[in-house]
């Protein structure tokens, strides 16, 4: 990440990530480290799909991550779901692609349009993290009916944004920015005419956190929320 990217370590700030410094045994003192402390928090987002998948799934799962970079997030999935048949990661960049060199079983990544690509298969369940309107999607509403499309009844799309509050500054490769209220409208406009059920979530980054130890991910909407999740089950 860059560093203008990366939000300073205020005495604030310090205090409130020291639940992510006594956890994972690090000491959040510089901005290498706060960098650590931001993949944590996208890995998180993983850790919310194998905890939905526990409470509310249990069965044995087909997984495609759609957008999947290095295949970490998929790594996570793959350690929290054990009883995951196997896992599809697609990513546009094929340098990415060719550099996923971590070997994992029941994994296979191929380089595609999330937008556009048409897989003979359906999964269980379709990660999407942060792919809403970035610079490689032409279209929102597409991509976000064609991950639909590749559900079975009763599969599920998570989906998340981060959430845009007034002054903040998009990343140079969002060509479009979200809010939770316009995240919920594209949703419901890219699958009009189909009949689903949509959860909301969201999640906090741990430098603003309450206390130590509140929760990431919580349920419902929050317009102070850092990211939006939505978890949309396909019912016909």
Known sequence: MDKEE???ITKVNAEKIMYWSNHWGARFKTERSLNDCRVLHHLERYWFVSAY???HIKHTVTILDAG???C???QELLRGIDKTDYIIGVEIDQEVVDAITTPFTKRDSYQDNVETMSLEERFDIVTCYE???????KSDRAMILNLYNH????GMLFLSIPNYKHGDTPKDYFNRVYTEETF???IHKALHGEVFAIEFFHQLHPVNRETNAQLGVQEGRSISA???IAVIRRQR
């Open 68 to 70: 999947c970079g290095e």
């Open 53 to 55: 998948w526990r409470k």
């Open 151 to 154: 559900l079975p009844i009763h």
């Open 6 to 8: 990366i939000r300073p």
């Open 184 to 186: 919920n409208d594209t």
């Open 131 to 137: 792919l809403l309107g970035n610079e490689s999607m």
């Open 226 to 228: 850092d990211f939006c």
């Open 72 to 74: 970490i997030g998929a």
